[in-house]
């Protein structure tokens, strides 16, 4: 992949009309995100970059003042992103494809349905039992879709062998296109768990290391195998009963979100809500848990993203739950058994 600051004609029009706009005051600032994220650019192209910056930035800041005035129950921060307008982050990062008509390849899932008769625990955080690798970082990538299968996989891998092994998402990137994944451009997460079913397998991190593009040929290698994967269930569709259920007997879940507002690509902490969010998925996640809120009671899901740690609680949402399958959560829901 190209990379993403390269300056195109549109962004040179955006320039033009966004260079006036700096602000001395925000010189050292604008050093410091530099350095800390370690981000280079030529020096046309730092004059947009930084345009872009401080225009995310005083967004951020308005929104953090609405917030303490208790307008919003979540807070917002610069963040290794800052200088992408609003476009590219979407190209970039929301890489989910749902399901077209011709869905299913071979694979047959299960449905999870909600059992009423079953009493979930109040709270479920599978981070607290071992189930749930270290946040990773996706980059210049919009391979969402494996990292959301490879994090479903690990945690019921854990289930299975006590052992905790971080599972290869490039391995998924370059070997799964001929189910009609689509590596750094997308993909479907139900489609990596078929390609590990058919291919008999999955290598690990270690084996089959993160490249954050998208490799000549596949390498996987079935002496190195990691883990297998025999079948996959889809939660029953747009229903946060059953995913809440599912979550809690089963492990870590994928699921799909409305990830393409600002306020989702900013997101620092506290439980996340916006009319912004729709119920069209483009952004695969992990849901690892549920809770509910000490202070004013509000329930959430516990999303895993795969954005660093830079993003959120930690590389962690905490997502509304219970008001309206909000951000389309319980829509694209589904995990593998081992
Ligand atoms: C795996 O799941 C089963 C059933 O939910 C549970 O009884 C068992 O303790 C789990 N194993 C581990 C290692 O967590
Ligand atoms: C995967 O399945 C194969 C064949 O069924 C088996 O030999 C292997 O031990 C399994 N590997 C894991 C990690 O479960």
Redo the contacts with the bound molecule.
């Keep these: 992949m190209p990379p993403i600051w390269v300056v195109t004609v549109a962004s040179l029009v955006f320039l033009r009309t966004f260079s006036v706009a700096q602000d001395q005051a925000l010189e050292e600032a604008w050093k410091g995100w530099k350095g800390l994220h370690a981000k280079e650019y030529l020096e046309e192209e730092e004059v947009f970059r930084r345009a872009v910056w401080e225009k995310n930035l005083r967004r951020i800041q308005l929104h953090n003042l609405e917030a303490s005035l208790g307008k919003h129950s979540y807070r917002l921060a610069m963040n290794h992103l800052g200088d992408l307008t609003e476009e590219e982050f979407n190209q970039m990062l929301n890489g989910f494809y749902p399901p077209g008509p011709v869905e299913h390849h071979g694979g047959n899932p299960s449905l999870f349905r909600e059992s009423a008769s079953l009493e979930n625990p109040k709270e479920v955080d599978w981070r607290k039992k071992g189930y749930v690798t270290p946040v990773k970082n996706q980059g210049h990538c919009g391979a969402c879709w494996a990292f959301s299968a490879t994090g479903a996989l690990e945690g019921l891998?854990f289930n299975?062998?006590g052992k905790l092994v971080s599972l290869s998402e490039q391995n998924l990137i370059d070997c799964s296109g001929k189910l009609g994944n689509h590596g750094c451009h997308g993909g479907y997460i139900t489609r990596a768990f078929e390609y590990v079913r058919e291919n008999?397998?999955i290598n690990s991190e270690d084996a089959y290391p993160y490249l954050e593009k998208e490799g000549f040929n596949c390498r996987y290698n079935p002496q190195e195998?990691?883990?297998?994967c025999t079948s996959q269930v889809e939660v029953q569709r747009g229903s946060e009963a059953a995913l809440e259920q599912a979550v809690a007997t089963t492990g870590p879940v994928s699921v799909a979100v409305d990830a393409h507002s600002f306020f989702f690509h900013f997101y620092k902490s506290g439980i996340f809500s916006s009319i912004f969010c729709s119920n069209v998925v483009n952004h695969a996640m992990l849901a690892v848990g549920y809770g509910t809120s000490q202070e004013d009671g509000k329930e959430y899901w516990i999303l895993k993203n795969s954005w660093s740690e830079n993003w959120g609680e930690q590389g962690y949402m905490r997502l509304v739950k219970g008001a309206g399958n909000h951000c389309g959560v319980a829509n694209q829901a589904s995990y593998p058994t081992?």
């Design positions: 891998l299975k062998t008999g397998g195998r990691a883990a297998n081992v």
